[in-house]
């Protein structure tokens, strides 16, 4: 592969070339060993804080899965992947391939060759890890290689954004009674990017994936609160607070927010309550490589976000977010409001982040949901709305109000209308969709409101994923994605499935 150029030595000793250090230093984990333990995960630590902090987007570092200080070598790249499909599966060609020729150097071990000079630093370094060098070992490692990108620019650029809201995230766990150290989370979860999505379909900075997310706020047509850092704060608050009551400390509540409640639950069953001993001895197919590493993850990063300057030098943060809040009880048009309460769109955008592109679309701002405003805009706001509410004027585009009669129920409205009941709840925030009362306007949408497929679906006897993608003309990645599934071929009759609008 062109442009490409390997450095470093085999088994550098990369500890010896850590960062240098700064005089003084603000944070040391000690600090808060009582809640977040790190004795026994220091060569864990050690690795991440490489990571986030010295190796950036074009260093890609080969090492063993399980031992993270057995680091074979470097490769640096010339050019950052990021929104460049072709170059991501250009490099991932390139190191597949060296991956395959580390790996045959470790066969050749296993298989009793006679070590050669490309070898021997390999062997020297296993010795000075102290390894009693065999065939089975070095099976094991062959098995074990994987490579890790660098995200030092990454985190610098977390660090930046959190200033924007870091205090209002510390405040949420403050009165949640949880330790103020946990909203650093976001670091490991999504570099603070609020935009962020993942293969599987999480999204925001703390990356909630649907069904979880949908237990402790709203994900809906209008309102996706994932997106928005404050909401999604406050879920994940709660999500941690339960998964501590279930398990007992902050090492298995953590690395169950990675690895799921249930499953942690099951490996202390087995195994105790030493998140070590798990790490050690638990095998579970869905407890890998990240499972394992999210609590030492978690450690490095408050180490360098901690000590930023040490591994940074000078950031200028983000300053912290001020706004006001305006409780809208039922939907209003964005137009009309911008134009009655005098804020500029741009404003009210970057201050809701949870309002999705379908929101904007059609201008339409839900009801039931605490809108924030340019600070000092409440008044006048609250003035416009109570305006639009007593003067309602023409439809909004894509959205038709519509006054609940009475004996209306909202299946009754969504077979009138020919919407679904789950967009008509979605559109209006409505959870509980026997709690609509005469009087009430709810907005239906009218645009894009008849699905060409069912929100839900029962599978049946013969069914593959395979089909039912084709059937309802969704792509079989994002089916999976939608509803969790990891291997596409164990699906069972009787499983209901969620169909993506």
Do not use: C
Not at 104 to 114: A, C, I, M, S, T
Not at 485 to 498: E, H, T
């Amino acid at each position: 592969m062109k442009k490409l150029m390997r450095i470093g030595i085999w088994l550098a000793l990369i500890w010896m070339l850590s960062i240098p250090a700064a005089i003084g230093q603000d944070f040391d984990l000690e600090q808060v060993a009582e809640d977040f333990p790190s004795a026994g995960f220091e060569d864990e630590i050690e690795f991440w804080k490489l990571m986030f902090a010295r190796y950036g987007e074009t260093d890609i570092v080969f090492h063993d899965r399980r031992d993270l200080r057995l680091i074979y070598e470097v490769i640096q790249v010339e050019r950052v992947i990021e929104n460049d499909r072709l170059e991501a599966k250009r490099q991932r060609r390139f190191l597949d391939a060296r991956k395959k020729e580390l790996a045959k150097l470790l066969e050749d071990l296993r298989r009793g060759v006679e070590p050669g000079p490309e070898h021997q630093p390999l062997l020297d370094k296993l010795e000075a890890l102290g390894y009693e060098p065999s065939p089975s070992l070095f099976r094991e490692l062959r098995d074990r290689l994987r490579y890790q990108r660098g995200i030092r620019e990454k985190f610098a650029a977390g660090i930046v954004r959190s200033g924007r809201y870091m205090d209002v995230m510390e405040d949420i766990f403050r009165e949640e009674g949880l330790p103020v150290e946990l909203a650093q989370m976001p670091h490991v979860e999504s570099s603070f990017d609020y935009r962020a999505r993942s293969r599987v379909g999480a999204s925001g900075i703390w990356q909630f994936v649907r069904s979880t997310g949908r237990s402790y706020m709203t994900i809906g047509w209008l309102l996706d609160e994932r997106l928005d850092p404050i909401h999604a704060t406050r879920a994940a608050a709660k999500l941690l607070k339960d998964n501590y009551r279930a398990l007992g400390n902050w090492p298995l509540a953590l690395t169950a927010y990675n690895h799921g409640r249930n499953g942690m639950l099951r490996a202390k069953r087995k195994h105790g309550d030493d998140l070590r001993q798990i790490v050690k001895h638990y095998r579970s197919r869905l407890f890998g490589f990240a499972s394992r590493n999210f609590y030492p993850e978690f450690l490095a990063a408050l180490e360098v976000s901690g000590n930023y300057r040490r591994y940074f030098g000078e950031l200028v943060l983000e300053p912290p977010i001020r706004f006001d809040l305006l409780h809208l009880s039922q939907g209003v048009h964005v137009d009309r409001f911008l134009e009655s309460a005098k804020i500029e769109e741009a404003a009210l955008r970057d201050l809701n982040p949870g309002l999705t592109n379908r929101a904007w679309e059609q201008r339409w701002l839900p009801g039931r949901t605490d809108l924030r405003l340019p600070p000092g805009r409440q008044p006048a706001a609250l003035a416009a709305v109570r305006e639009l509410e007593n003067q309602p004027g023409a439809p909004p585009d894509g959205m038709m109000p519509y006054r609940v009669r009475r004996g209306d129920t909202l299946g009754g409205i969504a077979s009138r209308f020919q919407v679904s009941i789950s967009l008509l709840q979605e559109a209006n925030g409505i959870r509980n969709r026997h709690t609509i009362h005469a009087g009430q306007v709810i907005g239906i949408p009218v645009v894009a409101s008849s699905p060409k497929q069912p929100s839900r679906y029962r599978v049946r006897l013969g069914d593959t994923l395979h089909h039912i993608a084709r059937r309802f003309n969704v792509s079989l990645s994002r089916l999976q994605s939608v509803n969790e599934i990891r291997n596409a071929n164990r699906i069972r009759p009787g499983q209901v499935l969620l169909i993506p609008q």
